[in-house]
């Protein structure tokens, strides 16, 4: 069966509405985090189309898009600058090989990124597919860096308890979180996992001279219910892995492109490193596509024989569509002063989340980075909910009454809207925010 909107629809082809939607993914779909059991007796919600922060469904109701499609979207779904790019580039070619062959826009994406760092700091782009690959590149190219440089003995990854990095096999082995990696925990990079800065400096001397590299996320968890990092803990470690020779990996997948204030997280410490990883907001949440950003003393140890080569690379790398969506991305940041705009909107929502956790005693902690926030919620006097209830999943069940649409993480309800929201729809996301905090709190769930 052919799936045609209405609107482009011809009269010999069937007509699909939204309960054969339905069906035929409960027939046939795999969703990603999913009890699938519980799907298949659920009522999905389709989406259908989006317009600025908006969603809307295949009934034609619309929500606020409260955690940009998975932390993705910048400037609004349908912007028409990208849509523009997106198809200019697709007049020409959607998308060539690089594997061998080089293309022009994935050339100008790379000067850009690399534009946004001090001369010497970050000076090569390594294009892949989404963020697990991004980090299977940057530690990848840090493990066979010690290879080539004479220190083959290096081999340690140092990663922080509950992190998360992505759900490729490699990725995986470095985070912190079970649920991700547990059916594969023989498999993987030997890694270390430290609960904070003092277990870094706390580490012997024979445990540095066996470390390649620390990965982190910048500034905030994201996947560890939005917890953030104490101020200048990143500058420490910045200054502990130049002190001891080690490289400082950063997963600025979820953190990148505006989410926490600056463009990347780490320019809030005012710290390169020696690999930033980079998707989701890349292309403004439009096509999949990611960035592995090394500097020049990496990239060196590289060049010779054909040995010497990074094997690694993915059908769609440099995507021409994808590079052209980021570079339109880029140029909205400048031409709709996007960074400019935040500070305003990051306390407008900081005051109305203040007013709300004070009404609510469901509302145990509001944590908050730019405009990424986790509103943890947990029973009166701070107990936390049995696992069984699923507070979280049941107060996003409930906000799509309110017309806004987010996940939680367990029982912490993310708030990460696209950077371009308003000050109005913002005083709309938290109205809803706090009509499900009502409706919750009725049901019985604080006690």
């Not at 011809?10 to 069906?23: G, K, R």
């Not at 403004?284 to 080569?309: H, I, K, N």
Request: hydrophobic fraction near 40%; proline fraction near 4%; include cysteine.
């Amino acid at each position: 069966m052919q799936f045609l909107s209405r609107r482009t629809a011809c009269a010999h082809i069937v007509l699909v509405d939204t309960e054969q939607w339905i069906a035929a993914d409960k027939a046939h779909c795999w969703h990603p985090f999913t009890r699938q059991a519980e799907w298949v007796e659920a009522e999905p919600l389709v989406l259908v189309s989006g317009e600025g922060v908006w969603l809307q469904d295949a009934e034609g109701r619309k929500y606020i898009d409260g955690n940009a499609s998975i932390w993705t979207n910048i400037h609004g779904h349908n912007h028409p600058y990208i849509n523009a790019a997106i198809k200019a580039q697709l007049e020409k070619v959607a998308h060539t090989s690089y594997l061998g062959f080089a293309n022009p826009r994935a050339s100008e994406l790379a000067q850009r990124l690399c534009d946004f760092f001090p001369e010497g700091g970050l000076e090569r782009v390594f294009f892949s597919d989404d963020g697990s690959t991004a980090v299977e590149c940057a530690v990848k190219m840090a493990m066979q860096y010690r290879l080539q440089t004479g220190e083959p003995e290096r081999t340690q990854l140092l990663a922080f308890d509950q992190a998360y990095h992505g759900d490729t096999l490699g990725a995986a082995s470095l985070g912190g979180v079970g649920a991700f990696s547990k059916c594969c925990q023989s498999f993987g990079y030997p890694v270390r996992r430290l609960t904070g800065l003092g277990g870094l400096l706390g580490l012997s001397d024979a445990e540095v001279q066996k470390t390649a590299a620390v990965i982190i996320e910048p500034l905030v968890q994201g996947v560890n219910q939005i917890k953030p990092w104490p101020d200048g803990m990143l500058a420490e470690i910045r200054s502990w892995c130049d002190t001891h020779g080690v490289h400082l990996i950063l997963d600025e997948v979820m953190t990148g492109f505006g989410r926490t204030g600056t463009m990347f997280a780490c320019q809030h410490e005012g710290v390169t490193p020696d690999f930033l990883c980079l998707a989701k907001g890349l292309t403004g949440g439009y096509l999949p596509l990611a960035a592995t950003m090394v500097g020049d003393s990496v990239y060196q140890a590289f060049l010779g024989d054909a040995e010497r080569a990074f094997y690694y690379g993915h059908s769609y790398t440099a995507n021409q569509l994808g590079c052209a969506a980021a570079l339109a991305n880029l140029d909205l940041f400048e031409q709709e002063k996007t960074l400019e705009k935040l500070p305003a909107k990051v306390l407008l929502l900081e005051s109305l989340l203040a007013a709300i956790g004070g009404k609510y005693h469901t509302v145990y902690e509001v944590r908050q980075r730019g405009l990424v926030v986790g509103i943890e919620l947990r029973q009166l006097g701070g107990e936390v909910f049995h696992a069984a209830h699923r507070v979280g999943e049941r107060f996003c069940l409930l906000a799509r009454k309110h017309r806004l649409l987010t996940r939680p993480i367990l029982n912490t309800i993310v708030i990460m809207p696209p950077l371009s929201i308003s000050h109005d729809e913002i005083e709309t996301m938290c109205v809803a925010l706090e009509r499900t905090l009502k409706e919750l709190e009725q049901e019985g769930f604080s006690k």
